[in-house]
């Protein structure tokens, strides 16, 4: 190996950033390629206003799953268990609301303390008695599923009450009732969103420019910002036009701004992925590295909880069977998203395209009528295939 | 002497760079060939040429081996005609036995069933051969890091070895250990095998080589033959390195102040054998300005006491006080003891030091991301000012400080941990080995910032495991051994052999002791039949 690092010439400098960027935008690309591909085959069903609501609400619990899975799987660690634990809250969930009657807020909030209590318990054993995470979360897998069968006594309970169902069933309230068939306060969150994003980027591209840091060439950065700004508008159309934002939509996407913001911008995001990279030299960097993995692992109970209420209110009902093999579609979301298995690498914007190839993938393949049982085989296929691609992407 | 191998011309270019231009080298029969070179400079990729790791037609030039022109395809076209390479990082699998990781490839058998006794009986010769004297059914993780490289030799010798390439064997063994090999290599070239040794210890090289070939920026520069007379080391640093180092280390005008960091009656426990005491009561100190060297052997308990001393990073039941200016100081975890103004640069810089798939940027403010951050928000433009800062500061040669910093060479990885440190603004800087594995340029450079920090009035603490180097930079040099302080010089009186003379006493003392213990046995024996 050369000990000499040599200036690239502007040529490849160009060609290095858009080789960079195309393998950072490859995912969302493959989510574009393969959201037009179910387009075509379903004759424009996909895409379709009803169809795409029913798309966010069947996949907001796995989103808001992954946003914890990922900051447990950057640690370095794993966890089984997150789909017995949402269905165990959504069972206490709803014995502690249809059975005994308790206000569905105070319910809510107790459920979530639930989920956070769960996961430290897990998160306790994993961090400082250093038990491998696969296995302490496996025993929860089993513990949990177990006890929200004894929860239920074997028995469904719903149904819940409707301002409850409203979590995952409901809209934003319509501020101009009667504009037209088109939501317009939801028109207008949109375009403020879009807006709103195209304008932080500008303000940080202006702001590291003019400190002379390197920045993407103009056209491309117009290009990408032009593109995102259509996008989201598009969409908002689209959910507009048939009941407006679904509530769950909304807390989905501040969560994720949420949980972007913290990984890519704070010092505990940057300790976490600190940790996951080389625990040892984080460690004799003052880095708390046992008490950051167990927080990571509270979180990923407040967030199974949360995605066990949203599950229990969609169907209206919790079922023992609520909850079973979430976790390996939450894990999938992160893999397919480039987090990597050995820790320290994976963003959050990468595990929610994940979630959302997985959840277009489930969805377009049912309005093909494909059976459960090739669904999951081209699932797998997929996995292999994203987290073969970005190894083979890594070693060039 | 017949000549055994004649690579001749050969050059081998990868993208972009040419590792090796026109390069000639040739080893006699049961001679030892020396190659040295700095980090880069070419001589590993000679070796995998020679292996066979690139295949015959990757590189230009031609192999003439035993007499015959060689076209390697892989590496056991090569072993099978008996070149056996050693490499720097030991192959061993930690839970395997010595025999079953000394015939791991192609164990005796019959019938396709491993012949156990068989496995043992030639593990044992091969074990009597190298001199190594453990059972061979003992597992390879409970033998130390110089045993576990004969072990990698007898694994060597358990094919037909003509020529044998040894990878800076000696880069993780300490004197002793280093001497025992050097001595084995040295009985090998009597019985005619041949041997390349690649090492950046020049003293070793002088000590067993036949010839010298400097390879410097993928060219052969020249080849010494020691029999000619004895080759001064400063001569191949010369042709190593291109330009003249009159001296390897930098000089300096020390302004020593008051004492700023004691250590009073500090004892550890090892971690695991809670009755064994690492670190013996022992009191320590350095003033204001002041570099001061801990030497000893591999095992003294050197790393161990700097660990302890950080944050409690190693060992059990720590007890003792740690003052600074004066005061108490809370060293209880590493980030108080950070707080309180102590680093610490590990000695093994890609497992405890750096996060080597994140960049430069991210690596030089781990320790200190508060500075960089409002709230707990990072603020990038200032991180980023303070990444270019430190990578001109400390000349860390790399593309920008996004790159990754596990792409960096060895030496410049080590200024990427020395810079995360100095970041954190520490009084006291402990450096564990802090040249190890890096090429003479970057360890004088190294050298130069150490020398700046004491002259900026801080207080460095060196442990070393080379003696020459700590002899070069320190104003005083502790001498540890089995967890106590046996001996202290300073700059004026120090030499190495009287720091050796120290350490050596103290072993003759206990030979002594047990020697006392068996006399003692056999006397008490006799009196209680």
Redesign the interface.
């Known amino acids: ?5 040599v ?2 010439p502007e040529a490849r400098k160009h060609e290095g950033f858009l080789k960079a960027n195309l393998r950072e935008y490859g995912m969302l690309l493959s989510l574009f390629a393969i959201m037009l591909f179910f387009e075509f085959v379903t004759d424009g069903t996909l895409l379709r206003p009803l169809n795409l609501t029913n798309l966010v609400l069947q996949n907001s619990y796995i989103v808001i799953m992954a946003l914890g899975m990922l900051l447990v799987i950057v640690t370095g660690h794993i966890d089984l268990s997150v789909g017995s634990v949402a269905g165990f809250v959504g069972a206490i969930a709803a014995v502690l609301m249809v059975r005994y009657g308790v206000h569905f807020i105070p319910a809510a909030i107790a459920c979530l303390a639930l989920g956070a209590l769960i996961g430290a318990a897990q998160g306790y054993w994993v961090a400082y008695f250093k038990i491998p995470s696969f296995i302490v979360t496996l025993a929860g897998m089993l513990v949990f599923k177990g006890l929200a069968l004894a929860v239920l006594q074997g028995q469904s309970v719903g149904p819940f009450s409707p301002i409850f169902q409203k979590l995952s069933s409901g809209f934003i309230p319509e501020l101009f009732p009667g504009a037209g068939a088109l939501y317009p306060t939801s028109l207008l969150i949109g375009a403020a969103l879009a807006l709103g994003l195209v304008y932080v980027s500008v303000k940080t591209r202006a ?2 420019a003019s ?1 002379g ?2 920045v993407e060439p103009t056209g491309f950065f117009a290009l990408k910002n032009l593109i995102l700004f259509g996008v989201i508008i598009y969409f908002t159309y689209l959910i507009a036009s048939h009941r407006g934002l679904p509530n769950v939509l909304v807390i989905m996407i501040a969560l994720i701004a949420l949980y972007g913001f913290v990984t890519a ?4 995001g ?2 976490i ?2 940790v996951g ?2 625990e ?9 590295t046992e008490r950051l993995t167990f927080l990571t692992f509270v979180n990923m109970g407040v967030l199974a909880a949360l995605a066990g209420l949203v599950f229990a209110a969609r169907l209206n009902t919790a079922t023992p069977k609520a909850g079973a093999g979430f976790e390996l579609d939450v894990i999938a979301a992160c893999f397919i998203g480039g987090a990597s298995a050995y820790g ?2 994976g963003r959050v914007a990468g595990a929610v395209i994940g979630a959302l190839i997985m959840g277009v993938m489930n969805n377009g393949m049912s309005i093909l009528g494909i059976g459960i049982d090739y669904q999951q085989v081209i699932k797998g296929l997929v996995l292999l295939g994203a987290v073969c691609l970005d190894v083979y992407n890594q070693r060039r | 002497m017949t000549t055994l191998l004649d690579m001749r011309g050969i050059s081998k270019a990868f993208v972009g760079v040419k590792a090796l231009s026109d390069v000639n080298f040739t080893v006699r029969q049961g001679e030892i060939h020396a190659l040295v070179g700095e980090n880069g400079a070419g001589k590993s990729t000679l070796m995998k040429v020679l292996s066979g790791v690139y295949p015959s037609g990757s590189y230009d030039g031609s192999i003439v081996y035993d007499g015959e022109e060689r076209h390697f395809r892989d590496i056991n076209d090569s072993e099978a005609l008996g070149i056996i390479i050693i490499h720097q990082e030991l192959a061993l699998i930690p839970l395997l036995s010595i025999a079953e990781n000394i015939f791991i490839a192609s164990p005796p058998s019959r019938f396709g069933v491993i012949d156990r006794n068989a496995v043992y009986r030639r593990s044992q010769q091969l074990l009597a051969k190298v001199g190594l004297n453990e059972a061979p059914d003992t597992l390879v993780t409970n033998i130390g890091i110089g045993k576990q490289q004969l072990v990698e030799i007898a694994k060597a010798l358990s094919k037909e070895v003509r020529l044998l390439i040894l990878d800076e064997p000696t880069a993780s063994l300490n004197e002793s250990d280093s001497a025992a090999l050097l001595d084995l290599l040295l009985e090998f070239r009597s019985q005619g095998m041949s041997a390349i040794l690649i090492s950046h210890k020049l003293n070793e090289v002088a000590r067993v080589a036949d010839r010298i070939t400097v390879l410097r920026d993928g060219r052969t520069v020249d080849t010494l033959d020691c029999k000619a007379g004895a080759v001064e080391e400063d001569r191949i640093i010369r042709k190593m390195v291109d330009r003249d180092l009159e001296h390897r280390f930098p000089k300096r005008e020390p302004n020593i102040g008051d004492p700023v960091f004691r250590v009073e009656n500090w004892s550890v426990y090892h971690p695991l054998h809670a009755d064994r005491q690492v670190i013996k009561n022992v009191d320590f100190h350095v003033r204001r300005g002041e570099v001061v060297g801990i030497a000893g052997l591999m095992g003294a308990g050197r790393t161990e006491f700097a660990m302890s001393l950080f944050g409690r990073s190693w060992g059990r039941k720590i007890t003792g006080r740690a003052m600074l200016h004066g005061r108490e100081i809370d060293l209880s975890t590493v980030s108080r003891a950070i707080d309180a103004g102590l680093a610490y640069v590990t000695e093994d810089r890609k497992q405890f030091g750096l996060l080597l798939a994140d960049d430069v940027r991210k690596n030089i403010t781990l320790a200190n991301l508060g500075s960089v951050a409002t709230g707990r928000v990072i603020d990038d433009i200032k991180e980023l000012r303070v990444a270019n800062d430190y990578r001109n500061r400390m000349r860390i040669r790399c593309s920008d400080v996004y790159q990754t910093s596990g792409n960096l060479s060895g030496g410049n990885q080590q200024k990427v941990v020395l810079s995360k440190w100095l970041f954190t603004d520490p009084e006291i800087l402990i450096l564990d080995e802090p040249t190890r594995g890096i090429d003479i340029g970057a360890k004088y450079e190294i050298y130069c910032i150490i020398n700046e920090l004491a002259d900026a009035g801080k207080a460095v603490i060196v442990i070393s495991s080379e003696m020459p180097e700590l002899l070069g930079i320190c104003d005083r040099i502790c001498v540890m051994n089995e967890g106590a302080f046996v001996g202290e010089f300073d700059r004026s009186e120090a030499t190495q052999e009287k720091i050796m003379r120290v350490i050596v006493r103290r072993g003759e003392r206990l030979v002594d002791r047990n020697l006392e213990r068996k006399l003692e046995e056999k006397l008490l024996g006799e009196a209680h039949p």
């Not at chain 1, 190996?1 to 690092?5: G, I």
């Not at chain 1, 911008?265 to 505990?268: A, P, Y």
């Open positions: 190996m050369s000990d000499k690092t200036a690239l702001r590291r400190h840091v390197e911008r704070t010092t505990i940057r300790q992925y600190a990279g080389n040892k030299a984080a460690k004799l960097s003052g880095i708390k320290g690498v």
